[in-house]
Structures are given as structure tokens and as C-alpha cells.
């Protein structure tokens, strides 16, 4: 069973608990937009399902309220940030206001933000980016317990390692494509875990290495106290570029990379390397705007595939879900929301 929400009465309650965890009322308020605006999206694994793990954290003293993005070096176009371990949602938007603006100042901005907490749905700051004009490239690694097997491995040895992509469309909204390296986030796990489903074959291991469609395999421990892991995407590919995503996300950035056993702490660690560039500096803008339709276009008058409602660009389901939401609500399994009530009894808020 689920429940069914306003979105505005969702964020109000979600600032709610997040301000009863000891942040600042427009910090509260920052968190819950981003989150209720990822379950709006379509990305129900993103969204206040995360309110959970968010007050646990704090409470372990892995997310700091109130923590702001510090930065560690200014060379102009090169930026590098420490977030604190601040919340990403925060921490996040400091980093991306500061790229974009010298982005807009020398063409181009390479940004390095080491130590957030959970930065959430990367496509969030892509959509900041192209608001503004601007192509916006990111690479972020995980810090948590790894979930996630190498190809040709049977355990899981790094995290989900997102990688996003979005570009301005002139006239149009934009091309914005945010996905996990592994065949499914995380967060989807738990949602259909706590919704009593399976999964489709392929996207899981068991704790032994074996092929599985339960998805308790990786959000509770098992028998034997360990855990499956989820697949990469694509086989060796997928794998490579969440290699890629580790390496430049974690290691280039300061954060770190994950090599040691697993921990139970529920904080979630990113490291994002993020590259801005704004075509109008590039000189090559009214091209680049011409080109970017034409290319749209001819995809979009490729006859639909049989099942299929035709072709879709990336950004274009999550404005759908968005419209779709805002009207109807946001549902939430009962065992999500039990679990949120919980966190919010955790630090004195009854909601």
C-alpha cells in the first residue's frame, strides 16, 4: 500500500524533520525541495526516501548542518572545494553557483568538489548549469558501503558513480542525461524492496556471486550477514566509465577512493568533478544551436519501434513524471513513510 502527497505538503514536512536534525530553516528548506523535486522527477530513489539515512548520518556525526562549501584553491577557471561533509543539496549548489559564474567570466570552468554528503540527483545541478547556458559535464564516485561489482568480480567493490551530461537546447528544454554507472541505482533497490517486488533478472548478484531479482540482497545483510551486489551497466563499458567516475570524482577531486572492507555508517560521501562550458566563449554558439536542433529533429522522426511511443531525448521523462506529480501527488510506500516518521521521532519531530 501506499499514500499519496501534495508535493508542497511533502516538502513542508521533510524541512520539518531535517530542521529537528539541527539544520538552519533555508538550509532545511534546500533539502527539501531537492529531495521532493527528485520524487516529482520520476526518481522515486533519489527523493525523501533519503530522510532516513540523512538523520542516521547526522546523528553518527557523518553530515554536518549547517556546513558550507569551502574553497580550498582559486585559480580562476580551476576550482577546487572542500564541502565539508556538509549536505550535498548545500554544499552542491555553493560549488555550482561560484563554477558557473567563472564559467561565464573565461568559457570555460573545471570544478572540483571534494567531502559532500550525499550531493542527491546530479541532474539537479546539470539543470542549474543549462539554465544558465552553459554545457555541464559531471563525474561523481561514492563513498559508502561499495554496492556495486566490478565486471568479471562477484562482490561489490565501489558505489552507483553517476555520471551526468546536460546541454542547452535554444528554444527548448534541454538535454539533460543523469544515470548510475551501475544497471540501476541503489536507491531503486530499496524502493522495490520496501514495496515487496522483484526485480528484472540481470541487474543483481547474491552474497555467493549468483544472479538474483531479489532486491533484499543489497539494502538488508543476509544469512550470512553479507550482501549481494548490483551489476555495472552495459558489461565492461559501464564498468569502465565508473571507473573513470571513481578516479576523476574521488581521487582527482581530493575526496578519496574506496578501497577497505565495508562499515555500517549510514553516511554517504561524494566527490564530483564537474566541467562548465559556455559556448557563447567557445565562439562557436550560433552553430552549436543550429547543429544541436537539427540533430534532435532528425532523431525525433525516426518511426516508433513497436511497443515503443517513439523517440525520447534524455531530460524528457523527468519533465513528463514532473507535470504528472505536481497534479496527482507523490506516492509513498508505506514502509518508506513508516521509516520516515521513525527518523523524524529520532530527533523529537512528530509528523
Known sequence: MAKTFPAAALRTQVATIIAAAGSKPEEA?????????????????????MVPRYVDAVLEGGLKPNASAKVSLDGGSLLSLDGRRGYGQVVGEQAMALGMARAKESGSCILALANAHHLGRI??????????????????????????????????RYGTNPCCIG????????????????????GKM???????????????????????TDPGVVVVPQANGLFGALMAFGEHKGYGLAVACELLGG???????????????????????SILIDPQKLGTRASFEKEAL???????????????????????????ARVKREKEGIAIDDTTWAEIVAAGAKVGCAI
Open 123 to 156: 541532474g539537479h545541478f546539470a539543470e542549474m548549469a543549462v539554465g544558465h547556458g552553459l554545457v555541464a559535464i559531471h563525474f561523481v564516485n561514492v563513498q559508502s558501503r561499495p554496492v556495486v561489482a566490478p565486471w568479471g568480480g562477484a562482490d561489490g
Open 294 to 320: 537539427a540533430f534532435v529533429d532528425w532523431l525525433k522522426q525516426s518511426p516508433p519501434a513497436p511497443g515503443s511511443d517513439g523517440v525520447r531525448i534524455a531530460g524528457e521523462p523527468e519533465r513528463a
Open 190 to 212: 530499496r524502493v522495490a524492496h520496501n514495496e515487496g517486488r522483484q526485480v528484472e533478472p540481470g541487474y543483481l548478484i547474491d552474497e555467493s556471486g549468483h544472479p538474483t
Open 167 to 186: 546541454v542547452p537546447l535554444k528554444g527548448r528544454p534541454p538535454f539533460v542525461l543523469d544515470f548510475a554507472t551501475s544497471r540501476v541505482a541503489q
Open 29 to 49: 528548506r534546500t533539502v527539501a525541495d531537492n529531495l521532493v523535486l527528485a520524487n516529482l522527477s520520476g526518481h522515486d530513489s533519489h527523493g525523501v526516501g
Open 251 to 273: 581521487a582527482l577531486t581530493g575526496t578519496g577512493t574506496w578501497h577497505q572492507p565495508a562499515d555500517n555508517r549510514r553516511s554517504v560521501i561524494n566527490g564530483m568533478l
